[in-house]
């Protein structure tokens, strides 16, 4: 069969689904190159088993839920949830058939999905992306998009905010360049990337949600990204050499990248605000002018990276490195280290830098 497979690290929690698209119909999504099928037992406990029947190998998406079983639209063959066969029409049940079952774990509005070893999936394996999901100072606007990129060219895009400058005109600053001063630091699965632009412009974008006169502010850009692919950014604006304070306006969001297949990704995205919190207006206005960022200003650009790499691995094509890569550099560095790690590896390493 072929093809040179991509290697993902099995052993991670991956944005499945927005826990409310799971219920009692079948959602069928693929992850890491395995189609899925998710759906809810009668109690509402969450399912995750492998999409392809085991016999003629239908998938089972496409079948019916029967109590908390599934029934294949083939031949009929009946999985329970645990994934082992329970009905055989035809005669008894082989006792080979089943299908496996991915551990799956809710927070945050999301249901994340082990592709690993189940021994290996504790929940605490999830890092925190807490902070103002379910706090009542933050108003929460959410959205997903499909990526036609592999999910690192995702992260890339996140933990370089200087192409906000060229891609999104009507958020960046023209000239933020000029007032940008860049901080990094990681750890063994973590990165965690600082950009303050000192005394920019007020965009016209900020002065809808800013309740200050000031033609220049102060802002903080606070990115964390987590191995595999999963990112906090905190941002703060204040008034010029203010500190970051109970005044300070905060725009906090999480971006939660699993890769679908090698060249797309599933892209589950919350942003947040603390100021005019009960403006519905403003949220719904917050969740379209992010949607539109994403969907018609990094989507396209990361699907157009893609092509031009083609089949080509990321490394072989010898990217220039600027210093502003310093931060999305040393997550892919992180990652095929965990990667190398988990698959046994012993290929040697470059020397991790602090
Ligand atoms: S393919 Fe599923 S029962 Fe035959
Ligand atoms: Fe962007």
């Known amino acids: 069969m072929g093809e040179a497979r991509t290697r993902y690290l099995r052993n991670a929690w991956y944005a499945a689904a927005w826990s409310d698209e799971i219920g009692r119909t079948q959602l069928a999504r693929t992850f890491l190159d395995e189609p899925v099928v998710l759906f809810r037992e009668t109690d509402d406990t969450p399912v995750a088993l492998a999409d392809r029947c085991p016999h003629r190998f239908a998938p089972l998406s496409e079948g019916a839920l029967v109590g908390d079983a599934i029934q294949c639209p083939y031949h009929g063959l009946r999985f329970g949830s645990d994934g082992a066969c329970i009905h055989n029409y035809h005669g008894p049940v082989p006792k080979a058939a089943s299908v496996r079952r991915y551990p799956l774990m809710e927070r945050y509005g999301v249901t994340w999905i082990w592709m690993g070893d189940a021994e290996q999936a504790h929940e605490d394996r999830l890092p925190?992306?807490?902070?103002?999901?379910?706090?009542?100072?933050?108003?929460?606007?959410?959205?997903?998009?499909?990526?036609?990129?592999?999910?690192?060219?995702?992260?890339?895009?996140?933990?370089?905010?200087?192409?906000?400058?060229?891609?999104?005109?009507?958020?960046?600053?023209?000239?933020?360049?000029?007032?940008?001063?860049?901080?990094?630091?990681?750890?063994?699965?973590?990165?965690?990337?600082?950009?303050?632009?000192?005394?920019?412009?007020?965009?016209p974008f900020k002065k809808m949600v800013w309740d200050s006169p000031s033609e220049t502010c102060d802002r903080a850009a606070d990115m964390r990204w987590e191995a595999p692919s999963n990112l906090y950014l905190e941002v703060a604006t204040t008034e010029c050499g203010q500190p970051r304070d109970e005044n300070a306006l905060l725009i906090?969001?999480?971006?939660?990248?699993?890769?679908?297949?090698?060249?797309?990704?599933?892209?589950?995205?919350?942003?947040?605000?603390?100021?005019?919190?009960?403006?519905?207006?403003?949220?719904?206005?917050?969740?379209?002018?992010?949607?539109?960022?994403?969907?018609?200003?990094?989507?396209?650009?990361?699907?157009?990276?893609?092509?031009?790499?083609?089949?080509?691995?990321?490394?072989?094509?010898?990217?220039?490195?600027?210093?502003?890569?310093?931060?999305?550099?040393?997550?892919?560095?992180?990652?095929?280290?965990?990667?190398?790690?988990?698959?046994?590896?012993?290929?040697?390493?470059?020397?991790?830098?602090?």
């Open 128 to 203: 925190d992306f807490g902070g103002f999901y379910g706090n009542e100072r933050f108003a929460v606007a959410r959205g997903y998009l499909h990526v036609k990129g592999n999910y690192q060219l995702a992260v890339d895009n996140l933990l370089d905010l200087t192409h906000a400058q060229f891609l999104h005109p009507a958020l960046g600053n023209p000239d933020s360049s000029e007032h940008v001063t860049f901080k990094m630091k990681s750890d063994s699965s973590t990165v965690w990337a600082s950009y303050f632009f000192d005394g920019e412009p007020v965009t």
């Open 252 to 354: 906090p969001s999480t971006h939660f990248l699993t890769p679908e297949t090698g060249k797309t990704a599933h892209y589950f995205w919350m942003n947040a605000r603390n100021c005019r919190i009960d403006d519905e207006k403003l949220t719904e206005m917050f969740r379209e002018s992010t949607d539109k960022a994403f969907r018609h200003e990094d989507e396209p650009m990361i699907a157009l990276v893609q092509e031009r790499m083609g089949d080509n691995d990321f490394d072989s094509l010898n990217p220039v490195f600027l210093t502003t890569d310093r931060a999305a550099g040393k997550a892919r560095q992180i990652l095929t280290k965990l990667i190398d790690a988990e698959h046994g590896a012993t290929v040697s390493e470059p020397e991790m830098s602090a």
